[in-house]
């Protein structure tokens, strides 16, 4: 329980700092141009793929907890994961774009996650990896509505978002469903 608390307050304060830095970025005087906008999509997209992958990678390495899963898991972590954070690194360059100064923070996170998915055992570390999952799929949403606000019509970018947004509802729905559903209550994770 506590390592949970832990886990999802690291989590919590990795979302409010994403959060601090893009109200900086978009709440100043100037109007952001619509290619400062799309390098910030860009930047966000990465960032969030890049915190899933850490957190996959990491949990692949110090952890034996999905052995009965690990076909799913390195389709997750081969195929989805490692795609969309070529796509987007691939991206960044191209758009004159620089990385997130947040990425360090992503590897505590994947590291932390990691390390307790042993004490969490193997189905509160699914529910761990849908919530990071979950957060990824809602920060895309955003680069979406950023897009359209904006009128920036990068087909590119937003193929890629869609897709791998959908690529990873898919998985979890298809390979893991009962842990579509939120807990009901705090204790719902020791049961």
């Not at 990491?58 to 795609?83: A, H, P, Q, Y």
């Not at 996170?109 to 509160?124: I, T």
Request: net charge negative.
């Amino acid at each position: 329980n506590n390592t949970q608390e832990k886990l999802e307050s690291m989590f919590d304060e990795f979302l409010k700092r994403v959060e601090i830095v893009q109200e900086e970025y978009f709440t100043s005087d100037k109007k952001p141009t619509q290619e400062e906008v799309h390098q910030e999509v860009l930047r966000s997209a990465y960032l969030a793929r890049y915190a899933l992958d850490q957190t996959l990678d990491k949990m692949s390495i110090f952890t034996n907890t999905f052995t009965d899963k690990r076909e799913e898991f390195d389709v997750l972590k081969g195929n989805i994961e490692s795609e969309a954070l070529k796509q987007f690194g691939k991206a960044l360059p191209e758009n004159k774009t620089r990385p997130s100064m947040l990425q360090p923070f992503c590897h505590g996170l994947a590291l932390a996650g990691a390390l307790a998915s042993p004490l969490l055992g193997q189905e509160r570390s699914f529910k761990f990896l849908k919530t990071v999952e979950d957060a990824v799929q809602e920060e895309q949403d955003e680069m979406l509505r950023l897009l359209n606000n904006h009128k920036i019509n990068d087909k590119r970018t937003r193929q890629l978002l869609v897709k791998t947004r959908d690529a990873g509802y898919d998985f979890f729905n298809d390979n893991f469903p009962k842990l579509n559903t939120p807990p009901t209550d705090e204790n719902d994770f020791d049961k």
